[in-house]
């Protein structure tokens, strides 16, 4: 499985970096630091899997959900946040919320 881990906290990308890591099933992972960096990763990489901040300066992690609408990239959202639950994208068909 391909990662990509976008977030602009270096500490949460090194925490989810180390998790990876330990991880079989991960062939490869990647990081950007914000949304802008991983638009532009997207445009060259294909990933399986996207760990996405929702919260970030600049353009949010949402606005960039909504970007890739206009790509040929399918998303589903998961989510740990019981806020995030209610939070459904018109524009994606193909979204589903999972809290755990």
Known sequence: MRVLIVDDEPLARSALAQILTERAD???FDSA????????????????VMLLDVSM??????????????????????SSS??????????LNDTQSITS
């Open 33 to 48: 630091n914000d949304a802008i960096e991983a638009q532009e990763r997207l445009a060259k990489e294909d990933y399986d």
């Open 82 to 91: 019981p806020r995030m639950q209610s939070m459904r994208s018109p524009r």
């Open 26 to 28: 991960v062939e490869r």
């Open 57 to 78: 300066p600049e353009r949010s992690g949402l606005e960039l959900l909504n970007r890739l609408q206009h790509c040929e990239v399918r998303c589903r959202r998961l």
